[in-house]
């Protein structure tokens, strides 16, 4: 089971295209309508014998992954967060554990990164319209379907692990284990977070201009 990817919260819009590189902190609309928002209740949004999941516009993304185990991950915005430098609060119940920390988005590492911090990442940047999946069906995703995410706060290489999953496709002796939509995702993920990681993702003028995967 994988409720993260049915939770779509509210996406502002938003001019500024991320980058890794983290320009100084200041003032930002962002901050100020987070401050007012941040005086509102959060309220559970769904519920089961031993979790929650919350929503409200201060909420980044929450979900959870497994089965009878369910691991659970949100994050939040903090107080300190701005346009230019947003700042999440990840905390969570997994397999190992429950965790609970902040970092800065931007200093997020695809090559060695929880599942719970790719999620923020994955979200921070279909939020500010950056990352525009071409797979409806796949929309909010982390992870290409199938993919096992692991432990959610124990960190690991995802982009060789996408690559490993994609290299499954050719290694099989019969046929693929999934259609060819899913390794077309899988390929459109691994080029989202391998352009982040190098620093250089989305300096483009448009966001659809974002991305040029080829499928």
Same mark, same amino acid.
């Given at each position: 089971?994988?409720? /993260?990817?049915?939770?779509?919260?509210?996406?502002?819009?938003?001019?500024?295209?991320?980058?890794?590189? =983290?320009?100084?902190?200041?003032?930002?609309? +962002? *901050?100020?309508?987070?401050?007012?928002?941040?005086?509102?209740?959060?309220?559970? !949004?769904?519920?089961?014998?031993?979790? +929650?999941?919350?929503? /409200?516009?201060?909420?980044?993304?929450?979900?959870?992954?497994?089965?009878?185990?369910?691991?659970? %991950?949100?994050?939040?915005?903090?107080? /300190?967060? $701005? &346009?230019? &430098?947003?700042?999440?609060?990840? =905390?969570?119940?997994?397999?190992?554990?429950? !965790?609970?920390? $902040?970092?800065?988005?931007?200093?997020?590492?695809?090559?060695?990164?929880?599942?719970?911090?790719?999620?923020?990442?994955?979200?921070?940047?279909?939020?500010? @319209?950056? %990352?525009? $999946?071409? +797979?409806? @069906?796949?929309?909010?995703?982390?992870?290409?379907?199938?993919? &096992?995410?692991?432990?959610?706060?124990?960190? =690991?290489?995802?982009?060789?692990?996408?690559?490993?999953?994609?290299?499954?496709?050719?290694?099989? *002796?019969?046929?693929?284990?999934?259609?060819?939509?899913? %390794?077309?995702?899988?390929?459109?993920?691994?080029?989202?977070?391998?352009?982040?990681?190098?620093? $250089?993702?989305?300096?483009?003028?448009?966001?659809?201009?974002?991305?040029?995967?080829?499928?």
């Amino acid at each position: 089971m994988n409720i /993260g990817a049915l939770l779509n919260f509210a996406m502002p819009d938003a001019t500024t295209l991320p980058r890794r590189s =983290r320009p100084a902190s200041g003032p930002s609309a +962002f *901050s100020e309508s987070l401050t007012a928002e941040q005086e509102k209740p959060v309220h559970r !949004f769904i519920q089961g014998p031993d979790f +929650f999941l919350r929503m /409200g516009e201060n909420i980044l993304c929450s979900g959870g992954v497994g089965g009878a185990d369910v691991q659970t %991950y949100e994050a939040e915005f903090t107080a /300190g967060s $701005t &346009d230019e &430098d947003p700042v999440v609060r990840i =905390r969570g119940t997994a397999n190992s554990g429950e !965790f609970d920390f $902040t970092c800065h988005i931007r200093d997020i590492d695809p090559h060695n990164a929880s599942y719970a911090e790719l999620a923020a990442l994955n979200r921070w940047l279909c939020r500010t @319209g950056a %990352y525009q $999946t071409k +797979f409806p @069906g796949q929309a909010g995703s982390v992870l290409p379907c199938g993919m &096992d995410c692991g432990d959610v706060s124990k960190k =690991r290489d995802f982009i060789g692990g996408i690559q490993n999953f994609i290299a499954s496709a050719a290694n099989s *002796s019969h046929y693929p284990k999934y259609g060819p939509d899913i %390794y077309a995702h899988a390929r459109e993920l691994l080029e989202v977070y391998q352009e982040f990681s190098r620093g $250089t993702a989305f300096a483009f003028d448009e966001p659809e201009k974002a991305l040029a995967v080829s499928l």
